[in-house]
């Protein structure tokens, strides 16, 4: 445990850190041109689909600019936004922390998710009130956070069991496939993957809340504005398509 002054040497380390890191990217940004690193984050089910779209239109409208994309749960994005890690991030987020400024960005559905004709190995987890239906198991949760409503929400008609954990949508998919058990996400999450290869139903009434959030500590500059734009423009079309609903 760190002493007193330990503390506060840390925390002004990381603040002058911090502003390193904005006089870098302010010192890159020249003019209206956009230039420099942005690095931004997302949860796997999200970004795995929306970052190669959101490659392709950023770098060829800007191409001095240099991106630097993460995917993991919230709880570790949300920290590296908050110590200038990332420059933004793409989140469930309850947008009630003051070191934050998040903007709506849309709600997706949340799905069942399993290969078409392969059910769930014996033991499964899930059992659902209406007998016919295959009793899934739950490999994970992309992120922990919808773990908790999607059990609320759930609760007059399943009973959710999780018996596999991680934090990788391929070795979910993976577990999914080999019949370990159902995914339960957005169909944002399969929207590139060949049509046939899952089998998805929405779960009424339950889904999940996405934000633009960024540190209140970090002023946005010309870089971080259009990639914002075409974040908004990408997941427009994601919807417009089918891809996220």
């Not at 060829?60 to 919230?74: K, W, Y």
């Not at 922990?144 to 007059?156: C, D, F, Q, Y």
């Amino acid at each position: 445990k760190l002493p007193t002054a330990g503390k506060t040497l840390l925390d002004r380390g990381r603040q002058l850190l911090e502003q390193v890191k904005q006089i870098e990217l302010d010192v890159t940004t020249q003019g209206n041109i956009p230039s420099g690193t942005l690095r931004i984050g997302a949860n796997p089910s999200l970004g795995h689909t929306l970052f190669p779209r959101l490659a392709d239109r950023y770098w060829s409208r800007h191409p001095n600019v240099t991106l630097h994309f993460v995917t993991d749960l919230t709880a570790p994005i949300q920290e590296w936004v908050r110590r200038g890690d990332l420059h933004l991030a793409v989140l469930t987020f309850s947008g009630k922390d003051a070191e934050f400024i998040s903007v709506p960005l849309a709600s997706a559905g949340i799905y069942p998710i399993r290969a078409p004709g392969n059910h769930p190995k014996p033991g499964a987890g899930w059992t659902n009130a209406r007998p016919t239906r295959p009793p899934p198991l739950l490999p994970c949760f992309p992120n922990p956070r919808a773990g908790r409503p999607a059990r609320r929400a759930g609760a007059e008609s399943y009973g959710l069991t999780c018996r596999m954990e991680a934090d990788s949508l391929s070795v979910l998919k993976s577990l999914a496939k080999k019949g370990f058990g159902h995914m339960l996400m957005p169909n944002v999450a399969i929207a590139d993957d060949p049509k046939g290869t899952w089998t998805a139903s929405r779960v009424k009434g339950l889904a999940v809340e996405r934000y633009v959030v960024r540190s209140a500590k970090r002023p946005v500059t010309r870089a971080m504005a259009t990639v914002i734009d075409l974040i908004e423009a990408e997941v427009r079309k994601l919807r417009s398509d089918g891809l996220m609903r």
